[in-house]
């Protein structure tokens, strides 16, 4: 049994991560953080579907105090709140899982480009292990931090890498078409997130512009070798959870669906999380609530264009779930456990 801390535990991720680690039976939540409170509370105060379900108050963030309460600490903060947390949990030997941006880019100008603050803990940049299970496992079992992938690159990484080592797309013309819910943007308020703007319409934001990008075409590049870029299309769907990607990858030379499913299908043959599939319509409604992401090939022949629809539950897989999974991997728990 670990003691595992959650910092942001009331926001979006941090509610999650407490409903999937409460079915986890290696684990006790044993310290909870927010920022926004004007006292200690009981979580089931604060989120009050978890009366009766945890008992444990949630504080004000002093990570003094936080240090020897958990093995393990969850930070589902937003970006730049890790610089002042992480370099502490570290120095006393904690394990940590950073859910923001803070440490998935492994360049610091890159970041300070896309997210237009300074990056505060380069040092740690460097400990910091991607996130991504399907392709870091063996070092994420030996990490001590985990930089967690973000949401939209979690769907468009596992959607686009078979095809990409496979040497048969050309890494310059990628398409990657998005759609999220809006618990993608967290729980904080915003005139943007109101209920009347984003019901009843679909809104295309930061079209090439996002701070995803940066991280999607860093693993990209990684696996191909070279240089990758992404045309990235972002938009916002009336909808709670759950992301679909469309993504375009033009084929170097003509290949059969039957060829492209088997590399598909070896890839990910041995993964517990990630289902390729073959039915017709794909949708959201397959994967929220759970720690899959569901991908399905289609080809068009005449224009040599593969079509790859890869979707998830952005809080679970896009995030908490995630998270819980490269938690099992560090501790050599069953990687399904809590997630099933
Ligand atoms: N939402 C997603 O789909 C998603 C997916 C992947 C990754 N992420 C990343 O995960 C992180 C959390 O996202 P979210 O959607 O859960 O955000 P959120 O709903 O806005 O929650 C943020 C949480 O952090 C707390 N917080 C903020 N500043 C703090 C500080 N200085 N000290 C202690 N606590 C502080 C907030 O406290 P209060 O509750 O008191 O305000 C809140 O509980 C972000 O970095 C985000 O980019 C999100």
């Known amino acids: 049994m670990i003691k595992v801390g959650i910092i942001g535990a009331r926001g979006y991720v941090g509610e999650e991560l407490i409903k999937v680690l409460l079915k986890h039976p290696q684990v006790k939540i044993s310290y909870l953080a927010a920022k926004n409170i004007d006292k200690v509370e009981p979580i089931g105060v604060l989120l009050p579907h978890l009366r009766g379900r945890l008992d444990l108050n949630c504080e004000v963030l002093d990570i003094k105090k936080a240090v020897p309460k958990a093995d393990l600490f969850f930070l589902a903060l937003p970006h730049t709140v890790s610089f002042s947390v992480v370099p502490m949990l570290l120095a006393n030997n904690k394990k940590v899982i950073d859910l923001s941006a ?170 517990p999380f990630v289902r390729v599939v073959k039915q017709e319509a794909m949708s959201t409604k397959n994967v929220v609530n759970t720690n899959f992401c569901d991908i399905a090939l289609r080809l068009d022949t005449e224009r040599k264009m593969l079509v790859v629809i890869s979707v998830i539950d952005n809080l679970l897989k896009g995030a908490s779930g995630q998270a819980v999974q490269n938690m099992n991997i560090m501790y050599g728990f069953p990687e399904t456990s809590g997630l099933l």
Request: proline share 4%; aromatic share 8%.
């Open 102 to 271: 803070d440490y998935r880019i492994e360049d610091a100008k890159i970041y300070e480009e896309w997210y237009k603050v300074k990056h505060a803990d380069k040092s740690n940049i460097k400990k910091a292990v991607y996130g991504l299970p399907e392709l870091y496992r063996e070092k994420i079992k030996k990490a001590n931090l985990i930089a967690n992938p973000g949401c939209y690159p979690t769907a468009a990484t596992l959607g686009i890498t078979p095809a990409l080592i496979s040497g048969k797309v050309d890494t310059k013309s990628i398409i990657v078409d998005a759609k999220s819910g809006v618990t993608g943007a967290g729980r904080k308020a915003s005139v943007d997130l109101l209920f009347t703007e984003v019901n009843e319409a679909v809104k295309a934001y930061k079209t090439n512009n996002h701070q995803h990008m940066p991280e999607i075409e860093q693993e990209l590049s990684k696996l191909a070798g070279k240089d990758t870029k992404i045309t990235f299309c972002p938009h916002l769907i009336p909808m709670n959870s759950g992301i679909l990607e469309t993504i375009y990858l033009k084929l170097k030379k003509n290949s059969t669906l039957e060829e492209l499913t088997k590399i598909y299908e070896r890839f990910y043959k041995n993964e």
